[in-house]
């Protein structure tokens, strides 16, 4: 079985690549650091213009009828070129609000509009009436600027995903991060009007994906963090050889690639799963984002020894993609938290005589 990208994807992730080369380099990412914007409407738009945002939807929902893949092999390029705009958690309301037939909010999204999620780790953090949501979530990624918020919240009998209207309840400020390649709120709710999409279905779904997402990302992330630690390590010279000619230092690169392979194997097979609706996608997801928040946290703890002193530096661009990952391994759930997720689904399997193979 071929597991490779096809020749479609490859172009797609060729020019994919190509255009944030030229939009997105380091330079624009730190112009954003010092902004007090937080984030780059101009790029926003000209990914908007692109197509980006349907690239999964089908083309009666107004989107390039592609799929899941595809936007995987997008979401790759936009963590390796760290954008600062709500692509991840635009696409997966996208999807969201397709399932749930909510057809005048793909529109919308369709058009600009941006998106967050609002998810936490505790079931009944943020918790739902029917009509309204109360409480506060983990911390959400672009809240401060987006449109709308597409919430996981918790009802008497499970969770459900609500829609509030940032524009007409209010905006979060943002709080002091790690990481300001994109701004982070936190989502508190007091008896805030939302709009019920769908019950713990449609709940599961958007966790399923966002983790996917999310494990692209890191992916993206890892694999430059890796490059730039291979190619430092031919360059930097140390007692009159290359420091990659050390076995230590060659033993540590072996080991990042084999956890960015990791991380692409499983990340990828989890979007194939979403895409073709599999039985075992909650599995896959959580497997994906079990694996890429370990995964990436070694790749980023070697990338930094492999550079010494140099790859803390604000001058040096590693430290750009540390700081994003970290946030990364705990958004939508940590390894931990998903793996007591994928205990509780193989258990229910093994309950009902399912092999777990």
Same mark, same amino acid.
């Given at each position: 079985?071929?597991?490779?990208?096809?020749?479609?994807?490859?172009a797609?992730?060729?020019?994919?690549r190509?255009?944030?080369?030229e939009?997105?380099?380091?330079?624009?990412?730190?112009?954003?650091?010092?902004?007090?914007?937080?984030?780059?409407?101009?790029?926003?738009?000209?990914?908007?213009e692109?197509g980006?945002?349907?690239?999964?939807?089908?083309?009666?929902?107004?989107?390039l009828?592609l799929?899941?893949?595809?936007?995987?092999?997008?979401?790759?390029?936009?963590?390796?070129?760290?954008?600062?705009v709500?692509?991840?958690?635009?696409?997966?309301?996208?999807?969201?609000? /397709?399932?749930?037939?909510?057809?005048?909010?793909?529109?919308?999204?369709?058009?600009?509009?941006?998106a967050?999620?609002?998810?936490?780790?505790?079931?009944?953090?943020?918790r739902?009436?029917?009509?309204?949501?109360?409480?506060?979530t983990?911390?959400?990624g672009f809240?401060s600027?987006?449109?709308?918020a597409?919430v996981?919240?918790?009802?008497?009998d499970?969770?459900?995903?609500?829609?509030v209207?940032?524009?007409?309840v209010?905006r979060?400020?943002?709080?002091?991060?790690m990481?300001?390649s994109?701004?982070?709120?936190?989502?508190?709710?007091?008896?805030?009007?939302?709009e019920r999409?769908?019950?713990?279905?449609?709940?599961?779904r958007?966790?399923?994906l966002?983790?996917t997402?999310?494990?692209?990302?890191?992916l993206?992330?890892?694999s430059?963090?890796?490059?730039?630690?291979v190619?430092?390590?031919?360059? /930097?010279?140390?007692?009159?050889?290359?420091?990659?000619?050390?076995?230590?230092?060659?033993? /540590?690169?072996?080991?990042?690639l084999?956890?960015?392979?990791?991380i692409?194997s499983?990340?990828?097979?989890?979007?194939?799963?979403?895409?073709?609706?599999?039985?075992?996608?909650?599995?896959?997801?959580?497997?994906?984002k079990?694996?890429?928040g370990?995964?990436?946290?070694?790749?980023?703890?070697?990338?930094?020894?492999?550079?010494g002193?140099?790859?803390?530096?604000?001058?040096?661009?590693?430290?750009?993609?540390?700081?994003?990952?970290?946030?990364?391994?705990?958004?939508?759930g940590?390894?931990?938290w998903? /793996?007591?997720?994928?205990g509780?689904?193989l258990?229910?399997?093994?309950?009902?005589?399912i092999?777990?193979?």
């Amino acid at each position: 079985m071929d597991f490779d990208l096809s020749g479609d994807q490859v172009a797609l992730r060729d020019a994919a690549r190509a255009f944030l080369d030229e939009e997105c380099p380091p330079a624009r990412i730190r112009t954003v650091y010092s902004s007090a914007a937080g984030w780059d409407p101009d790029l926003w738009s000209a990914m908007v213009e692109l197509g980006w945002l349907g690239v999964a939807l089908s083309e009666a929902h107004g989107g390039l009828g592609l799929g899941t893949v595809e936007l995987a092999v997008l979401l790759e390029q936009s963590g390796r070129h760290l954008v600062p705009v709500p692509f991840l958690p635009t696409v997966v309301a996208l999807e969201v609000a /397709r399932s749930s037939g909510a057809d005048s909010v793909v529109v919308e999204l369709l058009r600009g509009r941006s998106a967050c999620l609002g998810w936490s780790v505790t079931p009944t953090a943020v918790r739902a009436d029917g009509t309204t949501l109360t409480g506060r979530t983990d911390p959400v990624g672009f809240a401060s600027i987006a449109d709308l918020a597409l919430v996981v919240a918790n009802e008497a009998d499970g969770d459900a995903v609500y829609l509030v209207d940032l524009e007409a309840v209010g905006r979060p400020g943002v709080e002091p991060a790690m990481d300001l390649s994109r701004p982070v709120s936190w989502l508190h709710f007091d008896a805030t009007p939302a709009e019920r999409l769908g019950g713990s279905a449609l709940a599961a779904r958007l966790t399923d994906l966002a983790a996917t997402a999310t494990a692209v990302e890191m992916l993206g992330a890892a694999s430059v963090a890796l490059e730039l630690a291979v190619e430092y390590a031919k360059d /930097r010279v140390q007692f009159g050889r290359p420091i990659g000619s050390f076995q230590a230092v060659k033993h /540590r690169c072996a080991d990042m690639l084999v956890d960015v392979e990791g991380i692409r194997s499983s990340a990828y097979w989890a979007a194939w799963c979403f895409g073709a609706d599999d039985p075992d996608r909650s599995i896959a997801a959580s497997t994906a984002k079990t694996w890429a928040g370990d995964a990436s946290k070694r790749v980023m703890a070697s990338a930094l020894q492999v550079h010494g002193g140099v790859g803390f530096t604000w001058e040096h661009d590693l430290h750009l993609y540390l700081k994003r990952s970290q946030l990364d391994q705990v958004s939508f759930g940590d390894a931990a938290w998903h /793996r007591a997720r994928l205990g509780r689904m193989l258990r229910a399997k093994l309950d009902a005589g399912i092999s777990v193979l």
